[in-house]
């Protein structure tokens, strides 16, 4: 359930609970005065746009799994160098890079077939594409942080071995779907899956 979903007089979920907590109480104000329902607050991803209010001073930064940014949000150690700004205002996660992970080309991101994963997002803007690194890849979390769609989740199996032939394996040990093969775009790490594809 997206913010702007709850308080707005529909009910979206089954039960009406998005519609249920509604009060001025409910609402706390980000800076720019924009106000995000307190569900929000400290869910670990940021909603106010403006200067990540609601994820700030939540909690202590994980010392290996976490970057603390400079305003004190903790971020996924994943999400540094992943080619998108997640430290408001002055984007130190992406400052002091090896950019062999991606390179940004008139404001799109390339990431390195190979050395990341590309995670694509909703709307399928490539602007808003994460670099994910291999290690971060079928370690149960959507680092990506784009819902279920393509993401380094995406495919994982603890065999290493694909369950049909409905499926193909990557040489990063995920399974990918068929149709995912020779799309003319790298789903596998290392981009395997758009080799040989005269063949097809
Ligand atoms: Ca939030
Ligand atoms: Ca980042
Ligand atoms: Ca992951
Ligand atoms: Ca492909």
């Given at each position: 359930m997206r913010p702007g979903q709850v308080c707005d007089g529909i009910m979206d979920c089954k039960d009406g609970t998005d519609e249920a907590q509604c009060r001025e109480e409910d609402f706390r104000e980000c800076g720019s005065g924009s106000r995000i329902h307190?569900?929000?607050?400290?869910?670990?991803?940021?909603?106010?746009?403006?200067?990540?209010a609601d994820e700030l001073?939540?909690?202590?930064?994980?010392?290996?799994?976490e970057y603390e940014c400079p305003n004190s949000r903790c971020i996924s150690?994943?999400?540094?160098?992943?080619?998108?700004?997640?430290?408001?205002?002055?984007c130190e996660d992406e400052s002091?890079?090896?950019h062999t992970l991606y390179n940004s080309i008139q404001g799109s991101t390339l990431c390195e077939v190979g050395s990341s994963l590309t995670c694509l997002t909703y709307n399928l803007d490539r602007s808003q594409d994460r670099c994910i690194a291999p290690q971060y890849i079928c370690d149960q979390k959507n680092d990506c942080h784009n819902g279920d769609i393509l993401n380094d989740e995406f495919g994982c199996v603890l065999s290493g071995v694909?369950?049909?032939?409905s499926h193909f394996s990557c040489s990063d040990g995920r399974c990918m779907p068929n149709?995912?093969?020779?799309?003319?775009?790298?789903?596998?790490l290392s981009g395997d899956d758009e080799e040989h594809c005269s063949m097809y």
């Open positions: 307190r569900s929000y607050w400290c869910d670990g991803w940021p909603d106010c746009q403006d200067n990540h001073h939540c909690w202590e930064c994980h010392m290996k799994l150690v994943s999400n540094v160098c992943d080619s998108q700004c997640d430290c408001v205002p002055d002091n890079c090896n694909c369950p049909s032939t149709h995912l093969r020779c799309d003319h775009k790298p789903d596998c």
